[in-house]
């Protein structure tokens, strides 16, 4: 079993930064894919960003390309995103995901979920 904790949310205003962390651990495997979804109040989870294992590519939803950077401590298992130029649209729960999957934009394909991080940027 594998247990991913995401801690860094909070209230900023719009073009704030902020950045979020998920630290995993028991059975985690450093070849997972790790990846960020985000769910709006009244909206489905929505793929943010992911990065595969160690040389494998990294992506990122269009709405924040250029705003936000996915990066990985293999070493610790842990997954990060640096949100910066915040807009009130980013407002939503953050989760961080982990699994043996290539289809790394699809939540279903996620093996492990933390349990969300709330992120709130006024306007």
């Known amino acids: 079993q594998v247990q991913l904790v995401e801690s860094g949310g909070g209230l900023v205003q719009a073009g704030d930064s902020l950045r979020l962390s998920c630290v995993g651990s028991?059975?985690?495997?450093?070849?997972?894919?790790m990846g960020w979804f985000r769910q709006a109040p009244g909206k489905e989870r929505e793929f943010v960003a992911a990065?595969?294992?160690?040389?494998?590519?990294?992506y990122y939803a269009d709405s924040v390309r250029g705003r936000f950077t996915i990066s990985r401590d293999n070493a610790k298992i842990a997954v990060y995103l640096q949100m910066n130029s915040l807009k009130s649209e980013d407002t939503a729960v953050y989760y961080c995901?982990?699994?043996?999957?290539?289809?790394?934009?699809?939540?279903?394909?996620?093996?492990?979920w933390g349990q969300g991080t709330q992120v709130t940027v006024s306007s």
């Open positions: 995901a982990a699994g043996a999957t290539v289809s790394w934009s699809t939540a279903g394909r996620y093996d492990y």
């Open positions: 028991g059975r985690t495997e450093s070849t997972y894919t």
């Open positions: 990065m595969q294992k160690p040389g494998g590519g990294t």
